[in-house]
C-alpha cells in the first residue's frame, strides 16, 4: 500500500471511529434518568444537619446536600399526611385531588405521573408507608406496604394489578426499600417511591445505642422550654437518625449497583414536626419540609436552590426530565431548569391548604419568598395540633402551664381562637409570632397576597364545602369521640 493509499485508509478508519464514539455518546446523553422519591413523615425542615441544626445526627442527608443540592424554600401543599402524598402523585392540591382530608383515599380516577412513567417504560415501585387508597396500588408495578391493614388488590384497567407484599413490624416502614431495588429489573430505568414512617408519632424508645440527651434539644420559640418537651424532642431526634440510616442503605445499594451516576434522588418530608403550632397549621413549621436532590450526572455537587418549589412541582418535573410529555391535569410547574440555573425565575408564589385532620378546620395560605398570607375560614376555632400531638408529653405540659397560668400569649394561640387573616414577614420574623395584617406599613404587601391566594382559589376552583367534617376527638385528651367512624361518610376506606 503507498503512502497515499495508506493516509486515506487512516483518514477512512478515524472517520468511523469518530462516528462511532458520537453515536456512543449520543445514546448515552439520551439514556434516561433513574428517579428515587423518599418521603419522610412529619420531619421539619431544619431538623437535619445539612440545614444548621447543631446536633441532630444526619450524616447521609447531609450526604444528598454535599453531593447535590440543597433547596431553601421547599414547601408542600398540605401539612396532613396524606393529603400532601396525593398532591405529590398527581401533581395537583390537595383540593383537585378529591382526597383533601386525612385518609380520604385518592380516586381512581385521578391521574398520576407513575402510570406514565410505567407506560414511557419505567419499571415503578413503592415501598414504606401507603396511605394512598387502594386504586393508586395498580399504577405500580410492585407495592411493598409498611401499612397494618389489609386491602382488596386492585385491578387496573388492563386487567393487571401490581404484585403488593405486606410489611408488618417494620416501625420505621424502610425495611423494604433496599430489597424492593434489589428486585428492579436491569433492562428498565425505575422509579422508586420511598416512604418513611420516621418520625411519625408515636414515638418509639430505646431505638438507637446513641440516644438522644435532653441537652441536645433545641426548642423551638413557640413551645416552653420545660423538661417534658425536651423529653419529647428526643424521642423524636432517634427516629430522624434512624430514617437517614435508611437513606445511607439506599446510597450504599445504588453505589453497588453502579448506578448512582443517573440516579435523581428527591428527599423530602410530608409535612412539618408533629409538634404544636407546626403539623396541620400553615406555619413554615406545618408546611416547609427539607428538599435535597442528589443526582451526580445533572446536578452540580454543593449547590444551593434559594428559589420557591412546591411538591406540587415534583410530578411535571420528574416527567420532565425522564423526557415524558407533562398532561394537562398536572396544576404544578417543571423546576428541572432550576437544576442547572439555581438563580433563575420559577415560582412568585406558592399556595397551601390545610382541611380536616382528626378536627375540623379549614384555611389557604399563600407565601411569597419573604411574606405569608394565610386565611383563615373558621377562625373561631383553635389550632388544635394532631390527636396524637395533642396526647404528647409536650403538649400536656403545655396544658398543665397554661392551667397555672404560666404560659405567655404567643405560646397560648393554639388553645384559642385566630385571627380571620394573618401575615407575616419572615425575613424579620420566621417562627411567624407578629402578625402585621392591621400593620398599615404592610397594606400594598398585604392586597398583593391576598388577590394572589384569591386568583389561586378561582383557577383551582376551590369551593367552600356545604358542610364540616366534625371533630372525631377530643381537643383537650386527643381521645376518640363517640361519632368516629371508619369509614368516613360519604368516602370508601382508606387502607
Not at 34 to 63: E, S
Not at 443 to 450: D, G, K, M, S, V
Request: hydrophobic share 35%.
Amino acid at each position: 500500500m503507498g503512502g497515499r493509499e495508506l493516509i486515506r485508509a487512516l483518514l477512512t478508519l478515524l472517520l468511523i471511529t469518530s462516528a462511532v464514539a458520537a453515536t456512543a455518546g449520543a445514546v448515552k446523553e439520551t439514556v434516561r434518568p433513574n428517579l428515587v422519591l423518599i418521603i419522610a413523615d412529619d420531619l421539619a425542615w431544619n431538623d437535619v444537619g445539612c440545614y444548621g441544626h447543631p446536633t441532630i445526627r444526619t450524616p447521609n442527608l447531609d450526604r444528598l446536600a454535599r453531593e447535590g443540592m440543597k433547596f431553601t424554600r421547599g414547601f408542600v401543599t398540605a401539612a396532613s399526611c396524606s393529603p400532601s402524598r396525593a398532591s405529590m402523585l398527581t401533581g395537583r392540591y390537595p383540593h383537585s385531588t378529591d382526597a383533601e382530608e386525612l385518609h380520604w383515599p385518592v380516586p381512581k380516577e385521578q391521574v398520576t405521573f407513575v402510570e406514565q412513567l410505567r407506560t414511557a417504560g419505567y419499571w415503578t415501585a413503592a415501598a414504606g408507608k401507603w396511605h394512598l387508597g387502594p386504586a393508586m396500588k395498580e399504577r405500580f408495578d410492585l407495592v411493598k406496604e409498611a401499612d397494618p391493614s389489609g386491602f382488596q388488590l386492585p385491578t387496573g384497567a388492563n386487567g393487571k394489578a401490581a404484585s403488593v407484599i405486606k410489611a408488618k413490624g417494620d416501625q420505621s416502614g424502610c425495611a423494604d426499600w433496599v430489597p424492593t431495588l434489589q428486585a428492579r429489573p436491569k433492562d428498565k430505568p425505575f422509579f422508586l417511591w420511598l416512604a418513611a414512617l420516621d418520625p411519625h408519632r408515636d414515638y418509639e424508645e430505646n431505638i438507637s445505642d446513641q440516644p438522644y440527651r435532653p441537652a441536645d434539644v433545641v426548642v423551638p420559640p413557640y413551645l416552653p422550654d420545660v423538661a417534658e418537651v425536651r423529653k419529647d424532642f428526643t424521642q423524636y431526634y432517634d427516629e430522624i437518625t434512624r430514617l437517614d440510616d435508611f437513606v445511607g442503605k439506599v446510597l450504599k445499594e445504588l453505589d453497588q449497583q453502579g448506578v448512582a451516576e443517573n440516579t435523581l434522588i428527591l428527599f423530602l418530608s410530608d409535612n412539618g414536626r408533629a409538634f404544636p403550632r407546626d403539623k396541620t397549621t400553615l406555619y413554615d413549621g406545618g408546611i416547609k419540609t427539607p428538599w435535597l436532590i442528589r443526582w451526580p450526572k445533572g446536578v452540580k455537587a454543593g449547590s444551593t436552590c434559594e428559589r420557591l418549589v412546591s411538591s406540587v412541582d415534583i410530578a411535571p418535573t420528574l416527567l420532565s426530565l425522564a423526557g415524558v410529555k407533562i398532561g394537562e391535569t398536572i396544576q404544578g410547574t417543571d423546576f428541572s431548569a432550576l437544576l442547572n440555573k439555581p438563580a433563575g425565575k420559577h415560582r412568585e408564589f406558592i399556595y397551601a391548604e390545610d382541611n380536616w385532620h382528626d378536627y375540623s378546620d379549614r384555611a389557604r395560605a399563600v407565601r411569597s419568598e419573604r411574606f405569608k398570607y394565610i386565611r383563615n375560614d373558621f377562625p373561631e376555632l383553635p389550632n388544635t395540633p394532631p390527636a396524637d400531638g395533642v396526647r404528647s408529653l409536650t403538649y400536656q405540659a403545655m396544658q398543665r402551664l397554661r392551667d397555672k397560668g404560666f404560659l405567655t400569649a404567643d405560646k397560648l394561640a393554639c388553645f384559642q381562637p385566630r385571627a380571620a387573616e394573618e401575615f407575616y414577614d419572615l425575613a424579620n420574623d420566621p417562627f411567624e409570632l407578629r402578625n402585621l395584617a392591621s400593620d398599615p406599613r404592610y397594606a400594598t404587601e398585604l392586597r398583593q397576597h391576598r388577590a394572589a391566594l384569591t386568583t389561586w382559589v378561582k383557577d383551582t376552583n376551590d369551593t367552600m364545602p356545604g358542610k364540616r367534617s366534625p371533630d372525631e376527638f377530643d381537643r383537650e385528651t386527643g381521645q376518640p369521640l363517640p361519632n368516629r367512624v371508619r369509614p368516613r361518610p360519604g368516602k370508601e376506606a382508606l387502607k
